[in-house]
């Protein structure tokens, strides 16, 4: 009888670690999301004809992503064929943290941006840097979808 109860419990316990398992996180992409980074095209605008104006970034990150870094390859190109036009670098956080820490992080964002743009042989005179950090949202929302939108670098012509 003692063994049958132990058998009992330890096939709970099994089953529990199962169904505890299944309940696991795991990075997928979604149709507008990969991890919690916005790949949607929804509130993408453009610098130029097929150059996006903006990159997204991870919660409390200022790393470029792969598809961050591809945008900002086009928009590189683009620069060095109209060598007139000047840019503002405009860092942007979701709502979440103190307006300090949001917009050190969007500084952070739009100089990672800047940095990578003057690898590719892009003046640093012709690129101007400015943090909103979580004041221009361009999703209110309260959702992660809405808070990865808003983590971004938006590359805006100055004159």
């Known amino acids: 009888m003692k063994f049958n109860k132990i058998l009992k ?11 505890l398992s299944a309940c696991a996180t795991k990075k997928v992409s979604t149709g507008q999301m990969q991890a919690d980074v916005y790949t949607g095209t929804d509130t993408v605008e ?3 004809s097929g150059v996006p104006d903006r990159v997204f970034f991870a919660t409390n990150e200022s790393v470029l992503t792969t598809a961050s870094r591809e945008t900002l390859r086009k928009q590189a190109a683009w620069l060095r064929k109209n060598s007139d036009i000047n840019i503002v670098l405009e860092g942007h956080a979701d709502e979440r943290g103190t307006r300090e820490y949001n917009l050190a992080l969007g500084e952070r964002r739009a100089n990672a941006a800047k940095d990578y743009l003057m690898t590719y042989g892009i003046s640093s005179d012709r690129i101007s840097v400015l943090s909103y950090g979580k004041e221009r949202p361009v999703d209110s929302g309260s959702n992660p979808l809405a808070w990865s939108k808003n983590r971004r670098s938006v590359t805006v012509k100055a004159n």
């Open 9 to 19: 419990n330890t096939l709970l316990v099994v089953l529990a670690c199962f169904a």
């Open 46 to 48: 453009y610098l130029a």
